[in-house]
């Protein structure tokens, strides 16, 4: 068997045997792309290597390691390496290779690149984790070769398999020798924006000398922004380009300086022609693509290419053909919920049931792709552009209407036309009416129970225990999941519509009318009119905190020592009577509500009572370090009645009207104000939650027909294929929940979530604040917001990063990727965002920020900062 293989040989061997990178390097030769000749030595040729450290104690002693003692052991192991030497087989085919490769070729120096089988996948980069050398000359290919192989039992590629699950036990490494060009100017290149997500932008960053310095972060790059369907340069930033690395015709690369670089390295003509390369790639791998290039005497050659693993994909039926008429999508399950990771398959299909049945309001079928709302990719989505064409730009459909700040900031600030579609889709033509026809009678309703509260609420008491017995009688009767899933909606709509709305509705009418009683002063009373609406009877997360604050101020709950132990108890009966009591009054009510309730994936307190535990306990501690006899809703309740009496006084003064006008406003929030939205929520969970208990049900009898492993399992599955599951015994039910969350895995490894995306993929962010006293500004390299105290570090081993400290440094090189683990937020002096660090930072989920000159200096250990990767913000709190 070859162990050996050219760029150009007929025969390609296997990833296993390959690695990503020669793999790649090997497919686009053949594709006809210009990639420097080259040939890798495979996984096999290594094997000797690999059986003889897998005989060795150090070895034995690597696999057992926990994550905070791998960097000694793979330290021994690597001591091991050194004293490994060609065997006379391997020596022979590798002069051979060198030989026939000499005589083909001009070049006399060498690229020496590793390529893991695990590297540069769609799932897992493994970004400066394995070893380069570049100007090798044939006297010193032995050395970069082994440096190489090296890199495989390094700390932080074991690390990062920890990290990202794969096994550390099985360790595959093959080497790249290629033809080394003598870069003038390099770079990388993405074929979709990393800042932004847009499909239809190619991002460039380029230094004159070889692509290292921007690779490794070592200088601040060249930026292009390419829009690739208009084929036009849409942004150009001049980097400072501080420091390049050159060739060394002897062999070897060195640093030179540049005080001053006023121009960007490329032409637009050049940076257009590595867009055309960058799309090439992108085009023959059907994915987005990050890859490495150079000129060389003017020619444009292939250095490397990977998929990339940060980009947040979209579900193919939201994303438009570039230059076709984009959809704008607002993320509700992130804006309504907070839920950050995708639902479940079944959560999203039967939230889908849910949806459609709450929107029946508005009169026919508005959902949908076509619609007004859908679900997709494990989230629920509001159709933007629909909802705009439908209602205009303040639709109440528009998430503007829920109250996001940052959403409404994205949406006045986009140009809508661009968004906004000619023509309605057929199955919207008529809502519109149908909307203006029902609205009055809606208004009028509203009204009418707007005069009179108490009856409105007597009628819904004395029907509320009827909807209650129905969801008991639907769940005992025997139905397909499709069928349950219309029938329990049917409660949905007397929650959500029939009452759900009014209840909703009434409050926004109470605000309104207040804040015309209280026009003058409203400044001055803001806070007075927030108050008058906490702790207000009927809310029902306010009713669920008040149980848990009496559970969790027992004393013998106080003082219980584990889960474990509580559970036990709890199980016996042997806890306090009153304790006991408190607690089955709770699961009864509340039983059903968790975090991220929605997916009927979620497990409820009401099966797992360990997952109240840690929570009570949390809980507790508060109570213990409280001061004072008033509970916090007592304190709330003191806070709104307080406020109720201001108000009343203000508004009397201003006139009878106005008073009497103040106290019917504040009768009917008694009545509606802890309703509101909640109410409905609340009971749309209690119908999830029987939902998901007959999708259990149906589970266990696929598991102990063995055609699922675990009952969990289910929830990977569609209702529909749960259904044909039942009838067709011989629907494979694995392949089929494996087929289902291929897109959902995916998108669970990313960190990046949007409120606002288009169908091109375009994430849209608030506008960029300017910094303000206390604030440094930089760029935006990886979203989110984290508070922590800084670590200023100037080499990697300088001192201990503690978990949660916010890393500054100059700039990172892969050494540091072990850091990154520790790391709560990452703030970077200079390096572009395709550097090894705003890549790592991304794909772990770190806030970072770059571009913050003299952030070393000017930042000092211990110092409490917060870091705003959205914005590109850092904010100095003490």
Known sequence: MNTIFPFSSSEIPSLEQAGGKALALMQMTHAGMPVPPGFVLTVKFFEPWMDSLKQSPEWAAITKADADKIGQAAKALQGLCRELHFTREQKDELDNALNAFHKKNNGHLYAVRSSSPEEDLEGASFAGGYETTLGVTIYKIDVAILHSFMSSVDERVFLYKKEHGFRIDQPRIAVVIQQQVDAERAGVAFSINPLNNCYDEAVINANYGLGESVVSGESEPDVFVVDKVKHKIIEEHIGRKQTIIVLDPEGGTYKETIVDSPQVCLTHSQALDVTCLVEQVEKYYQKPMDIEWAFSGGKLFLLQARPITTYLPLPEEMITAPGAPKQLYADATLIEQGLQ???????????????????????????????????????????????????????????????????????????????????????????????????????????????????????????????????????????????????????????????????????????????????????????????????????????????????????????????????????????????????????????????????????????????????????????????????????AKAKREAAYKSLKELAFKKGKIAGKAFEACYRVLLSFGGHGKETSKHHIVMVMDAFRKRALQVAHTFVKAGRLDDPDQIFNLTIDDIDRAVKDPALDLRALAKERTVLLNRIKQIHLVARVIDSRGKVFSPPRKEAKQGELTGVPISPGIVQGKVKVLHQVDEKKLLPGEILVARSTDPGWTPLFIHAGGIILEIGGALQHGAIIAREYGIPCVSGLDDATSLLTDGQLVEVDGSNGIVRILE
Request: proline residues 5%; contains cysteine.
């Open 341 to 635: 990771e995708p639902m479940s398959v079944l959560g999203a299909d039967f939230l889908a049931y849910v949806l459609r049945e709450m929107t029946g309001l508005v009169g026919g079928d508005v959902i949908g792709i076509d619609g007004i709302a859908f679900t997709s990719g494990g989230r629920y989505y509001l159709q933007l552009s629909n909802s705009i064409k439908l209602m205009g730009t303040n639709s109440p459909l528009a998430p503007g209407s829920m109250g996001d700040t940052s959403v409404m900031e994205i949406l006045a600030n986009l140009d809508i036309k661009q968004y906004t579609p000619r023509n309605l889709p057929k199955k919207l033509r008529t809502t519109k009416s149908s909307i203006l026809l029902r609205m009055p009678m809606l208004i009028m309703s509203s009204l009418k129970t707007f005069r009179d509260p108490d009856a409105f609420m007597r009628k819904y008491m004395e029907t509320y225990p009827r909807q209650l017995q129905r969801l008991d009688e639907i769940m005992k009767q025997e139905l397909t999941l499709h069928e349950l899933a219309v029938k329990l909606n049917s409660i949905v709509h007397f929650f959500s519509v029939d009452y759900g709305v009014p209840m909703f509705m009434i409050p926004q009418f109470v605000e309104l009318r207040l804040k015309q009683i209280f026009k003058k002063e409203s400044e001055r009373v803001k806070d007075d009119l927030v108050s008058l609406g906490i702790s207000l009877p009927g809310n029902k997360p306010a009713e669920m905190g008040q149980l848990l604050y009496k559970l969790a101020s027992f004393e013998e709950f106080i003082y219980s020592s584990s889960a474990a132990e509580f559970t036990l108890r709890l199980q016996k009966g042997t806890l306090d009577p009153a304790f006991l009591k408190i607690w089955n009054q709770f699961m009864d009510e509340f039983g059903f509500r968790c975090p991220g309730e929605i997916d009927v994936a979620i497990a409820r307190p009401n099966e797992k009572s360990e997952l109240l535990y840690e929570q009570l306990k949390d809980m507790a501690e508060a109570i213990t370090a409280r001061k004072g006899t008033r509970t916090i809703f007592e304190e």
